[in-house]
């Protein structure tokens, strides 16, 4: 999610609205934005009954202490003095570690985001290191992160218990989705795009980001990258959501159709640029879901298939008319465990939406954005950027 791309978004989802109901047969819905419809019968295969942690929530927020010498202006900045949102987790010696974005304020040298690191001993109050741990320096990376920075991780544990990042690399103009390892969460090797290898370059100069890969969540916490068929998979994609494929969980294939496949609904936004890709997932006319949907967590390889989080945005002009315009929400889908193309179920309304202050008034009103997830001490923590300004969480027990 990209504040950029949110609000370039909204200005265009007027002008695209008539052509989105002419040629989406959407059906208008009656339930209040207060209180969602009840999910549809059938849906036990979702993560659902999450409670927001409202006696300690936002968990973390702007701070003006934590001080980091910019390779790149040579200056001091307060690299998370503006807003910190949009978290990564990982379990590691007992503790939840959080990779999380941090935005400096904008002056002489303007605003750049770059990833921090905070670890917890109980899910809920973090202690944050001092200097971020992936930021934009004067690297083979600084022409596709600078000036706008590094954004929106998700990480998962490879087979040799190397840490895997996807993350979003911001030059101003384009969002593309980068790649980096580490062997323990505090140093990392940047592999630049995702998808350089592919199709001759294809895809690298296209906007791309949120990398969800398939994973198992282990009893001990772990999330570990899962091979299907003989190779690891990854949602991605923030106007609809495609899939790619890897050997080696840095070099990625983006799925396309085959010959003479159509796309399941009428190309808009980001997506007029890659109209070869295979929508896996598609936006939905008259829903909460009309505008955009976004990978969320990294996505739960279960006995019943995989489950994928993902977060969404509504237009209400072709969507659902009792949600603000902008509202970000999430829901559920899943997917075949053999088969990660093909779509077996989708909740027919979010689980989750802005409620509270912090929700829904920010640096981007009306967001909650999830991006991690984690299990933990018998119980699953959910943690989420609020109005791109703060970071919150919701748990709900481990079965």
Not at 16 to 32: H, I, Q
Not at 248 to 276: C, I, N
Not at 320 to 331: H, Q, R, S
Request: charge should be neutral; hydrophobic fraction near 35%.
């Amino acid at each position: 999610m990209h504040t950029f791309h949110k609000n370039a978004g909204r200005l265009a989802a007027a002008a695209l609205a008539l052509a989105a109901l002419m040629s989406c047969n959407g059906t208008e819905r009656t339930s209040t934005a207060a209180n969602p419809p009840a999910a549809a019968t059938g849906d036990g295969w979702a993560l659902l009954n999450f409670t927001k942690a409202d006696s300690a929530n936002p968990i973390m927020g702007p701070s003006p202490i934590g001080r980091f010498q910019d390779p790149i202006s040579q200056q001091p900045v307060r690299w998370e003095e503006k807003d910190v949102f949009n978290p990564a987790v990982a379990v590691k010696d007992g503790r939840v570690y959080m990779l999380y974005r941090a935005e400096n304020k904008v002056g002489a040298f303007g605003k750049a985001s770059r990833i921090g690191l905070a670890s917890s001993p109980d899910g809920i109050h973090f202690t944050r290191q001092p200097e971020p741990v992936l930021y934009p320096a004067n690297d083979a990376q600084k022409p596709y992160e600078w000036p706008g920075g590094t954004e929106d991780p998700r990480v998962v544990e490879g087979p040799d218990h190397t840490y895997y990042m996807t993350y979003t690399a911001y030059d101003g103009k384009l969002a593309r989705l980068q790649v980096a390892s580490s062997p323990d969460l505090r140093h990392w090797t940047k592999y630049g795009n995702v998808f350089t290898q592919a199709f001759g370059g294809k895809y690298v100069d296209k906007w791309s980001k949120s990398g969800s890969i398939v994973s198992r969540y282990e009893t001990d916490g772990r999330i570990v990258a899962a091979k299907i068929n003989g190779k690891y998979w990854m949602y991605w994609g923030d106007a609809q959501i495609w899939l790619a494929t890897s050997d080696d969980l840095v070099h990625w294939t983006p799925v396309e159709m085959a010959p003479g496949e159509k796309p399941p609904v009428p190309l808009r936004a980001q997506a007029l640029t890659v109209p070869d890709l295979k929508i896996i997932l598609p936006t939905r006319a008259g829903m909460f879901d009309s505008d955009l949907v976004e990978s969320g967590p990294p996505a739960m390889l279960t006995d019943q298939g995989i489950r994928l989080i993902y977060n969404s945005r509504n237009e209400p002009s072709f969507g659902d008319k009792a949600l603000p315009v902008g509202t970000y929400t999430a829901a559920q889908a899943l997917f075949d465990a053999n088969d990660p193309t093909k779509l077996l179920r989708r909740t027919d309304t979010y689980f989750m939406r802005p409620e509270r202050p912090y929700e829904t008034t920010g640096q981007v009103n009306q967001v909650v954005f999830l991006e991690g997830l984690a299990r933990f001490k018998s119980k699953w923590f959910l943690y989420y950027g609020t109005a791109d300004s703060k970071i919150a969480v919701a748990t709900r027990p481990a079965d």
